[in-house]
C-alpha cells in the first residue's frame, strides 16, 4: 500500500491490533483521519495530510515528527495501542497525559 | 510464461486456460474445497495474457505488504543482497525508501531456538529501531522443531531415525518433548521482544517439520496473544500438514493432514492477528496452474476466516517459481490473482 507514502503503515496496524480484513481496515483508517478511499491511496494528497496532521512520511522534512514522536500522535488520532508508545510514556512518566496507556 | 522451475516457455491462451482450469480442479479435490468460477479463472488468464512485464491492480484495491526475514534479504551474506547494513539502516530504508507497510527483524540464524541465547541482544537492537522508525516493526523467526533433534545438535533423539527402527511410540515422545521446549522458547523470545516495544511477533514457515510443529507453534499463539497480549502473525510452510506424530489435536482437531482454510481457523481460535497460507509451488508444472492451484486454496482462505489473510509470495510458493530472483512478471501476476480473484487481505 505504500507505506508512508501513503496510509500503508495505519492500515497495517489496524489489521494487526484490531484483526481487521483490509477493506474494514481501510475504512477504519479513513474514517480516524476524515478522508475517502480515493484519497488515501493518493501519494501527494497523503504527503500534505501527514504533514498536517504530523504523522510522519516517506521525506524527513525538519521540525516535522519523526519516529516515536510520529507513532504517538498516531496512536491518539487512530486510537491504537501501540506497544513502544505505551513503554515510552511509562517510562517518562507522561502516560497520565495519553489515551494510548 | 515460465514454468515452476522459471524457465521461459511459450504457451498459447488455450494452453494456460486448460493448464489453470488443471491447477484449480486438482487443489479442489485435494482439499475438498469449491474449485473457481468460470469468471474468476477468465480472470486469470486476462491477467496471464497482459502484454506489460508489469501489472497491477486499480487504485483502491492495493493491500498491505507484510514481510518475513527482510532484515536479512539486504544484508545476508551468500544467499542475499549482502549489503553491509545495520539493522537500524534496513527498518529506514524500508520505510523511508522502499515504501514498506510493515518491517521485521531477526537474525542470520533465523530459528527461534537459536535466538533464545541472544534474545537480549536482539531486543537491544528493536529498541533502538523503534525509536526512530514509524511503520510496525515485528520481530520474526521460524518454530524449526528440526533442531531440537540430536540429527541437528539438538537434545531429542531424531523421530525420522526412531521410525526407522520401528519405535513408533518413542518417535511421538521425542516429538512431544521437542514440541514442548519450541512453545517455550517462542514464548520466551516474544515476552523479550514485546518487553523492547515489538509491535507483533512474526512465525515464518510454521509447520515445516509436521503436526507437532504446528502443535508447538498453535500452543506458543495461544500464549503469546492471551497472557502477554502480544499479536501474532503466522505464515505456514505448505498446503498441508505433514503427519510426522499422527495423534496430536488442538481444541479437539486432529493436525496432521489440515489443509490452509483448516489451518487458518486454528491459528484464528488461538488468537492470530494475521493468517498467512502457503502451497508449494510444483516446479513440473507451469506457471499458471501453479497459480490456479494456489488461488483455489486460498480464496477459501479468506471466506473462512475473520482475521485478515496475508499470502505468501515469494519464492517458490503460491504460485512462484522456485528461483531466488523472482521474475517481475511473475510476482506481479501472482499477487494480481490473489488480490482480484482471491480478496487476500494482504501479501
Redesign the interface.
Given at each position: 500500500m505504500g507505506g508512508l507514502r501513503t496510509a500503508g503503515d495505519l492500515v497495517a496496524r489496524a489489521q494487526i491490533e484490531k484483526k481487521l480484513k483490509i477493506h474494514d481496515a481501510k475504512s477504519y483508517v479513513a474514517q480516524k483521519l476524515s478522508i475517502d478511499l480515493e484519497t488515501m491511496t493518493d501519494e501527494c494528497k497523503m504527503k500534505e495530510l501527514r504533514e498536517r496532521l504530523d504523522i510522519g512520511h516517506a521525506l524527513s522534512p525538519l521540525g516535522y515528527a519523526k519516529g516515536l514522536a510520529a507513532k504517538i500522535r498516531i496512536a491518539q488520532l487512530c486510537d491504537f495501542k501501540i506497544n513502544c508508545v505505551t513503554k515510552f510514556l511509562e517510562k517518562t512518566k507522561l502516560s497520565g497525559a495519553s489515551p494510548t496507556s | 510464461m515460465r514454468t515452476g522451475s522459471g524457465l521461459l516457455i511459450k504457451m498459447t491462451r488455450e494452453h494456460i486456460r486448460s493448464d489453470i482450469e488443471d491447477g484449480v480442479k486438482e487443489a479442489s479435490q485435494k482439499a475438498h474445497v469449491p474449485g473457481l468460477s468460470g469468471s474468476e479463472i477468465d480472470q486469470i488468464v486476462e491477467i496471464m495474457t497482459e502484454r506489460t512485464t508489469l501489472v497491477g491492480v486499480e487504485?483502491?484495491r492495493?493491500?498491505?505488504?507484510?514481510t518475513d526475514g527482510s532484515y536479512m534479504k539486504f544484508t545476508g551474506i551468500s544467499r542475499y543482497a549482502g549489503i553491509p547494513m545495520s539493522k537500524e539502516q534496513a527498518v529506514w530504508t524500508s520505510?523511508?525508501?522502499?515504501?514498506?507497510?510493515?518491517m521485521d527483524l531477526g537474525t542470520t540464524d533465523y530459528s527461534f531456538k537459536p535466538v533464545k541465547p541472544i534474545a537480549i541482544d536482539e531486543a537491544h537492537q528493536l529498541?533502538n529501531c523503534?525509536?526512530?522508525?514509524?511503520?510496525?516493526?515485528l520481530y520474526g523467526a521460524m518454530p524449526n522443531l528440526g533442531v531440537y533433534y540430536q540429527s541437528l545438535g539438538g537434545k531429542w533423539p531424531s523421530p525420522v531415525d526412531l521410525m526407522k527402527q520401528g519405535k513408533i511410540a518413542d518417535a511421538r515422545t521425542a516429538q512431544e518433548n521437542a514440541a514442548r521446549d519450541l512453545t517455550r522458547d517462542i514464548t520466551y523470545v516474544a515476552r523479550i521482544m514485546?518487553?523492547a516495544?515489538?509491535?507483533?511477533l512474526n512465525l515464518d514457515t510454521t509447520g515445516a517439520a509436521g503436526d507437532a510443529e504446528f502443535y508447538a507453534s498453535l500452543q506458543a499463539i495461544q500464549s503469546v496473544s492471551k497472557e502477554i497480549g502480544?499479536?501474532v502473525?503466522v505464515g505456514m510452510s505448505g498446503e498441508m500438514i505433514q503427519g510426522m506424530h499422527l495423534e496430536l489435536t488442538y481444541k479437539g482437531k486432529r493436525l496432521a493432514g489440515l489443509w490452509p482454510h483448516e489451518q487458518g481457523k486454528l491459528v484464528q481460535e488461538a488468537g492470530a492477528?494475521?493468517f498467512g497460507p502457503s502451497v508449494n509451488t510444483r516446479i513440473g508444472k507451469s506457471f499458471p496452474w501453479n497459480v490456479g492451484f494456489s488461488v483455489t486454496f486460498v480464496k477459501k482462505c479468506v471466506e473462512e476466516l475473520?482475521?485478515?489473510v496475508h499470502v505468501n509470495l515469494g519464492m517458490g510458493v503460491c504460485g512462484i517459481p522456485m528461483v531466488e530472483t523472482v521474475p517481475v512478471e511473475c510476482a506481479s501476476r501472482a499477487a494480481k490473482a490473489m488480490i482480484t480473484v482471491a480478496d487476500?487481505?494482504?501479501i
Open positions: - | 487504485p483502491g492495493e493491500v498491505v505488504l507484510t520505510e523511508r525508501v522502499l515504501g514498506f507497510d510493515t529498541e523503534q525509536l526512530f522508525s514509524i511503520v510496525p516493526l514485546y518487553q516495544g515489538a509491535d507483533a502480544m499479536p502473525e492477528s494475521i475473520a482475521i485478515p487476500v487481505d494482504g
